[in-house]
């Protein structure tokens, strides 16, 4: 991965890249709110919640916050991947 890159397009291209370094502005995060997992996948927030209510998307609420694992979003591309290759 070429540090031009932003995160969100490694990881749509499947593209984890090297191991991150111990600079703490690089850590990767665990969890996103539904504004970012929308710019992540390139999806609109409302259909980012359609996805939740479908249970395509997994949630975790935190007292008021809504978090989204990065690795749902994660199996969500690898899920859409294979059965585009069925198609």
Known sequence: MTQNRSYERALLDG???PAPSRDPTSIRP???RIPDA???LGLSRSRIY???TSGD???IKL???TLVPVAGLEA???RLKREQLWR
Do not use: H, Q, Y
Request: no cysteine.
């Open 63 to 65: 007292g008021r916050a």
């Open 57 to 59: 998307i997994e949630v």
């Open 15 to 17: 593209d984890t890249g």
């Open 76 to 78: 969500l591309i690898e």
């Open 30 to 32: 665990i969890t996103v």
């Open 50 to 52: 359609e996805l939740i």
């Open 38 to 40: 929308a710019k992540m």
